[in-house]
């Protein structure tokens, strides 16, 4: 009796191969060929799925965009909404908690930042990949615009605060502390980041949303 095989799980095999291919040898190095050997597979069982090397980066890309997503996207609600409206302590507690999803905290956030890195490079000169890549970035962007329009609508920040500048500048922390978190992982520890990240929105906020004394670096 032929063997069953869910199109679903196979695509994830197939994607968790590409991870661990692209985070040991790098983006170019995930052919079809060392995919289907990573995942112990026939080359013939993922040619079934994906035409070729592009097809198959841009699926497991935006796999992988899609389950960071969906997990920010579950937290993000209750932790934009607590910003308004909870005690300080947790207001701050919410914001970092949410803002650092987007940091190679740990080794799951580390992989997932390593290979978005592989790709966002590859993409600067790879028309076919731009899109992808401009969405991704999008994402952090409209995250990071919605926890400074819930601090500003809470009044915390800064009277005249200009929003998008502020916006900009949380994105640009983000984005430089995982790149430094992936290339620099001994410099640029996960304790650093958090407190760098705690740094910026004391300064940010004047320190009155963060100044609690309870809160502690949640990577240390």
Same mark, same amino acid.
Request: charge should be neutral; glycine fraction near 6%; hydrophobic fraction near 50%.
């Given at each position: 009796?032929?063997?069953?095989?869910?199109?679903?799980?196979?695509?994830?095999?197939?994607?968790?191969?590409?991870?661990?291919?692209?985070?040991?040898? *790098?983006?170019?190095?995930?052919?079809?060929?060392?995919?289907?050997?990573?995942? *112990? /597979?026939?080359?013939?069982?993922?040619?079934?799925?994906?035409?070729?090397?592009?097809?198959?980066? !841009?699926?497991?890309?935006?796999?992988?965009?899609?389950?960071?997503?969906?997990?920010?996207?579950?937290?993000?609600?209750?932790?934009?909404?607590?910003?308004?409206?909870?005690?300080?302590?947790?207001?701050?507690?919410?914001?970092?908690? !949410?803002?650092?999803? !987007?940091?190679? !905290?740990?080794?799951?956030?580390?992989?997932?930042?390593?290979?978005? /890195?592989?790709?966002?490079?590859?993409?600067?000169?790879?028309p076919e990949l731009r899109e992808l890549a401009r969405e991704s970035y999008e994402g952090m962007r409209t995250l990071a615009g919605r926890v400074i329009e819930g601090l500003g609508r809470g009044g915390w920040l800064p009277a005249g605060a200009d929003l998008e500048v502020e916006r900009e500048r949380l994105c640009a922390l983000i984005d430089g502390l995982t790149v430094e978190g992936v290339l620099q992982p001994d410099r640029m520890t996960p304790a650093l980041m958090s407190r760098a990240l705690r740094r910026h929105l004391e300064t940010l906020t004047g320190a009155g949303l963060f100044a609690d004394p309870l809160l502690t670096d949640s990577a240390e």
């Open positions: 009796m032929p063997k069953i095989v869910d199109p679903e799980a196979r695509r994830d095999e197939v994607v968790e191969a590409v991870f661990r291919v692209v985070r040991r040898a *790098g983006f170019e190095h995930a052919s079809l060929r060392n995919v289907a050997e990573e995942a *112990g /597979l026939a080359i013939g069982s993922v040619r079934h799925y994906f035409a070729g090397h592009t097809e198959l980066m !841009l699926f497991a890309m935006r796999a992988s965009l899609e389950r960071t997503a969906g997990r920010l996207e579950r937290r993000a609600g209750p932790l934009l909404a607590a910003v308004e409206s909870a005690p300080p302590a947790e207001r701050a507690a919410h914001v970092e908690g !949410l803002l650092s999803e !987007l940091l190679p !905290l740990d080794e799951r956030r580390r992989d997932e930042a390593t290979v978005w /890195l592989a790709f966002a490079v590859a993409a600067r000169t790879r």
